[in-house]
């Protein structure tokens, strides 16, 4: 669970706060190429939320339930990249 909540905090604070630090630092244009930041922004988001959320209803603790609700937003994540790459 600190896996997925750290790894996507890290991904949107780091990933795109340093190269928006550096163009502020040097006054020097950085590109950050993603043909669909916002949505992974958003899906990076949205997964935090889901985990945090679902956790705190199940009493702060990890049942064979939330096991199930997690499993399920990882294969919508899944279906919803494959549909969107084809």
């Known amino acids: 669970m600190s896996n997925s909540i750290g790894s996507n905090v890290f991904d949107i604070l780091l990933?795109?706060?340093?190269?928006?630090?550096?163009?502020?630092?040097?006054?020097?244009?950085?590109?950050?190429?993603?043909?669909?930041?916002?949505?992974?922004?958003?899906?990076l988001f949205g997964i935090v939320l889901v985990v945090v959320a679902a956790i705190s209803l199940s009493g702060w603790k990890l049942t064979r339930l939330i096991g199930v609700v997690f499993f399920l937003v990882y294969i919508g994540f899944v279906v919803m990249e494959l549909a969107l790459a084809a």
């Open 15 to 43: 990933g795109l706060g340093l190269p928006w630090f550096f163009k502020a630092v040097t006054d020097k244009p950085v590109q950050v190429r993603a043909d669909s930041l916002e949505r992974s922004v958003a899906v």
